[in-house]
């Protein structure tokens, strides 16, 4: 019947330990979660034991179970909760959506604080460094001015996007979270127009992520002013601005296909399969017939022919490189230590030197395996 009915996977289980050190006092409360781990241990090891019969399902489950019941409600059977309701979270897969990736606010702001670094240390470089080389950068090449801009504009977009995904979650503002996309989307557009010299041979497949992130933000923006737009009774004005968010979404669409088609350096990722992309489909969509139903029902209103202009400045989370410096020289280093290297000693034919056939072989990056994903959530 393996072939015959529909099945949806099996649902997996973080590990639960149930050492709670300190608070079982004494045996006996150390023996009830002695019980729970191994009897919670082996109900799960039932799941996929292909000699379990139903018997010996219910046996375990109950086993578990009973254990389990006086961390939830009340021993004297009254409407209360246990007083260990509270100690212990459980985590699980989703069936239909496969693990959900859950970021807590301090690896959030992990991410965020590194993606600044990131663009500090890339300006720092940029500033202080890079002139002082005694062989210019050749065009094109990683430490030409273009490039070493690009990285820091692109590093500081990525991190806004972080911004922008928490004041989601969090129910901020339209119009504020309206403004950072538009910031944003300002920021991948730049870091795109800053490679649009380079040779398309190079370029091309990292300036159509720019684009379509241009293209995908931009789409957000006009969303949710639409919704600042329809807050402030002018219903007409947010349909243009949400069908102005529908036609941008069209071309991230668009624009993720020709991304994954388009040949170029670094690993193709899939921003299209990622659920942050289609929930924006999603809220345009329905964002847009209420917009309709409304004006059809209560506003009447005429809906302008041209787009409404984004003129939108962040005043909150915008995102600027964190200052880079290199750490002081070691104290090791005296000029007694420096004496001590005699360049006159340099032999001619310097071995040190590399030689123009020898290849420089890539770095093998390890292979991460992403999880299916159904978005990102930060609490």
């Known amino acids: 019947m393996t072939h015959w009915f529909h099945r949806n996977p099996l649902k997996a289980t973080a590990l639960v330990s149930f050492n709670y050190y300190g608070v079982a006092a004494g045996p006996p409360a150390s ?41 939830i409600n009340s021993l004297d059977e009254s409407t209360q909760e246990s007083k260990l309701r509270y100690i212990q979270n459980f985590k699980w897969t989703d069936t239909l959506q496969g693990q959900v990736p859950s970021i807590t606010e301090d690896e959030a702001k992990e991410v965020h604080r590194s993606l600044k670094i990131a663009a500090g240390i890339f300006k720092h470089l940029k500033e202080s460094h890079i002139p002082k080389l005694i062989t210019p950068a050749e065009k094109g090449r990683d430490l030409e001015a273009r490039l070493i801009e690009a990285y820091i504009i692109q590093c500081q977009a990525e991190a806004q996007e972080v911004t922008i995904a928490r004041a989601i979650e969090l129910k901020h503002a339209p119009g504020l979270i309206a403004a950072l996309a538009c910031e944003t989307a300002s920021f991948y557009q730049k870091a795109d127009h800053t490679l649009s010299s380079l040779e398309p041979a190079y370029s091309a497949k990292w300036r159509k992520y720019l684009h379509l992130k241009m293209c995908f933000y931009t789409a957000y923006a006009y969303c949710y002013h639409g919704q600042t737009l329809l807050a402030s009774d002018k219903c007409g004005e947010a349909i243009r601005s949400l069908q102005e968010a529908e036609k941008f979404y069209a071309k991230a669409e668009a624009l993720c296909k020709e991304y994954g088609e388009t040949k170029g350096p670094g690993p193709t990722v899939k921003p299209s399969g990622h659920l942050f992309f289609r929930k924006l489909g999603n809220l345009v969509k329905n964002t847009l017939e209420k917009c309709q139903r409304e004006n059809g029902f209560i506003y009447f209103q005429k809906i302008p022919s041209e787009a409404p202009q984004l003129e939108l400045k962040a005043n909150y989370g915008l995102v600027e490189p964190v200052p880079f410096e290199f750490p002081p020289v070691s104290a090791h280093w005296t000029p007694e230590t420096l004496a001590t290297f005699d360049l006159t000693k340099r032999p001619k034919d310097d071995s040190t030197k590399p030689k123009p056939e020898e290849e420089v072989k890539p770095v093998k990056e390890p292979d991460i395996k992403p999880q299916k994903d159904t978005g990102c959530s930060i609490s």
């Not at 019980?35 to 399902?57: G, Q």
Request: with cysteine; hydrophobic share 40%; net charge negative.
């Open 31 to 71: 023996k009830i979660c002695n019980d729970l781990r191994s009897s919670r241990a082996h109900l799960l090891e039932l799941f996929t034991d292909l000699s379990c019969n139903p018997e010996m399902m219910k046996n375990a489950a109950d086993s578990y179970f009973s254990l389990l019941q006086g961390f």
